[in-house]
T-cell receptor, first 113, second 116 residues
Framework: QKEVEQNSGPLSVPEGAIASLNCTYS??????FFWYRQYSGKSPELIMF????GDKEDGRFTAQLNKASQYVSLLIRDSQPSDSATYLC?????????????FGKGTKLSVKP | EAGVAQSPRYKIIEKRQSVAFWCNPI?????LYWYQQILGQGPKLLIQ????????DSQLPKDRFSAERLKGVDSTLKIQPAKLEDSAVYLC??????????????FGPGTRLTVL
């Protein structure tokens, strides 16, 4: 059974701080990794994807991947109250293709003004 | 570019009734997905279509759920008969191309189903 694990939170950080969200996955064959943001009552929206070991930066967001440890993380710098949402980690279900995504349960982030 | 459209947005039914959801993907997107998201959990794939063929329906409860994608565009997901545990948000997503690591799935607004 392929699994994606996340701490459900809530994770509370003050405005301007760095929020660190973590995710582990069970299938060593996974090759594509995604972070989605989901506001309450809304559908998921893609923030970032990563498929190579190391860091990938996009604005205030940095995704980090360590395939040896089967670990992927998302850092949010200069956190804003508008970042308050549930962050879903997703891993592709097939090697080499996105196709079927397996999602974690999500980590709820709260950024306090 | 118009996004993924879904209807209805909300549906309340009693157990053992049937219900159908509709999805219109982004124009030109070959791959369409139906996900079930139970409150407090991440989305779970029910079925994946590429054009009008089924790629993966391994997690679809086929005794009560069915889905079709006629002509490779719109799709319908049906539940018959519904159970209490089917209460969830049903999300439709589409992507322009499969088998590409940097592909993106675009989600529709979802249909919130409540089974009483």
């Amino acid at each position: 059974q392929k699994e994606v694990e996340q701490n459900s939170g809530p994770l509370s950080v003050p405005e301007g701080a760095i929020a660190s969200l973590n995710c582990t996955y069970s299938d060593r064959g996974s090759q594509s990794f995604f972070w989605y943001r989901q506001y309450s009552g809304k559908s998921p929206e893609l923030i970032m994807f990563i498929y190579s070991n190391g860091d990938k930066e996009d604005g205030r967001f940095t995704a980090q991947l360590n395939k040896a440890s089967q670990y992927v993380s998302l850092l949010i710098r200069d956190s804003q109250p508008s970042d308050s949402a549930t962050y879903l980690c997703a891993v592709n279900g097939y090697g080499g293709s996105q196709g079927n995504l397996i999602f974690g349960k999500g980590t709820k982030l709260s950024v306090k003004p | 570019e118009a996004g993924v459209a879904q209807s209805p947005r909300y549906k309340i039914i009693e157990k053992r009734q049937s219900v159908a959801f509709w999805c219109n993907p982004i124009s030109g997107h070959a791959t369409l997905y139906w996900y079930q998201q139970i409150l407090g959990q991440g989305p779970k794939l029910l079925i994946q279509f590429q054009n009008n063929g089924v790629v993966d329906d391994s997690q679809l409860p086929k005794d009560r759920f069915s889905a079709e994608r006629l002509k490779g565009v719109d799709s319908t997901l049906k539940i018959q008969p519904a159970k209490l545990e089917d209460s969830a948000v049903y999300l439709c997503a589409s992507s322009p191309e499969d088998f590409h690591n940097t592909d993106t799935q675009y989600f529709g607004p979802g249909t919130r189903l409540t089974v009483l």
